[in-house]
């Protein structure tokens, strides 16, 4: 009996005990930590590279006839009257695969989404070139013969310097630009007469200047895309993104008289004057690593 009550007993204080503990205030948990996402930016530095396909617009030569000693027509002047020579000849040119870098650094007035300002400068090695052959009538003056004619122009390289606005949708940039435009050209005209001996002769082979415009779409490649897994080269280098790039551009270099003179191989006498004009489009497609910001 007595070990029944003890036992009785030590229940009830076991019971209290925990009873009591269970009113105890309990101690608080951590609050969660939540890390902020990162908000990306345009800002910084960037180097590239791009393919492109490039062809001519509005491209003309025309060629016109020297005034000599005396009034009246030269014999040049009527040559071209006559069709002889080509008075004007449409010069298109196109060329695909052409390769090309830039560098350049943007500025993001508000991280996420707003606008974007900037600057670029790059080079196209463009190589896009075109001979062209003309023959003119067959004039009883020239025996029956026809006096052929050669024509060429060639744009070897397309150079940039420009300013770039535009609006950035978070990770997705669209932007015009405009600015600087040069680039290595190549002019050339022979003229021969009906015996296939060279007559006249003119070349010009020099650096052109004049404007470029356009726009173009930029998108960042997410960090947690698998396509980062194989930026080696970017990494390597600290790049802190990659972006895609499409760009479409329209170039104008201006125009350049020839002179093309008498060769002295013929009788011929005289002289023309062929002038070409450099005009075109270009439609880029690369990407930059770019630097700074995330």
Known sequence: ???????????????????????????????????????FTWTGFYLGTHSS????????????????????FTNTQLNVAQNRRPGTFRSEQDGIGNVGGGIGYNYQLTPGSGFVIGVNADVTWTDISKSYAYFGPALAANAGIPDPSNLRQRLDYLGTVQGRIGYAFDTVLVYGTGGFAYGNVNYGANFFNGAGTLAYAGRYNDMETGYAYGGGIEWAI?????????????????????????EYLHYDLGSRSVLVNATGLTAATGSYTSRFNTEGNLIKAGFNYKFGGL
């Not at 060629?63 to 000693?69: I, Y």
Request: net charge positive; proline share 10%.
């Open 53 to 72: 396909y490039a062809w001519s617009d509005n491209q003309t030569i025309r060629t016109t006839g020297n005034n000599g000693p005396g009034s009246g």
């Open 1 to 39: 009996m007595i070990a029944k009550l003890l036992l009785a007993g030590t229940a009830s204080v076991l019971l209290a005990g925990a009873a009591s503990a269970a009113d105890l205030p309990r101690r608080a948990a951590p609050p969660p930590v939540f890390s902020p996402v990162p908000v």
């Open 222 to 246: 997410p960090t947690d895309s698998f396509l980062n897994r194989f930026n080696f080269i970017g990494s390597f280098i600290g790049a802190s993104a990659i972006t895609l790039k499409a």
